[in-house]
C-alpha cells in the first residue's frame, strides 16, 4: 500500500510540478523595497523607485563646508516625493525651511525638480546669519 501512494505521490508531482513548486512568500503581500542612499550624503535616502545617476554626481569640499549635487531618476509624481522627503529628513534631524529646503548642523539641502523625471539634490554649507 505504501509503494502504490509513494507512486502515486511521484507521478502527481512529475505531472504537475506547480502544484508542489516553493510558495513565493511575498506573492500576497507587498516585497521590501530596498532602501538606497545618495553618494553625495551618507544619510540622504533616496525614495524607493529612485536612481542616482553617477556621472551627475560633483562634490567640492571647502574650508567652508562641502558643496555637492547629485541627479536621480524617477517617475513618481512631484507631490509624492516632496512628501516622502517631508517626512524622511525630519526624522534624519533635518528642520524644513520649505518643503524643497532643509537645514541640518550648518549646511543646508535644496531638492529641485528639474524636469519631471529628474531631481536635482544640492548640499552647501548654510547661510550664516550676519551679527
Known sequence: MKKILLLLTLVAT???PQAYAAKDI??????????????????LPLMPGMREIPESVVIFDKPEGRIASARAENIIPKVNVTAYYGEALPALGWYAEN???YVRDGQMLTIRFDTPTSVLF??????????
Open 26 to 43: 511575498y506573492a500576497d503581500e507587498e516585497k521590501p523595497a530596498v532602501l538606497s542612499y545618495s553618494s553625495i550624503m551618507d544619510d
Open 122 to 131: 544640492e548640499l552647501a554649507p548654510a547661510a550664516r546669519p550676519k551679527p
Open 99 to 101: 518643503p524643497q529646503v
Open 14 to 16: 512529475l505531472s504537475c
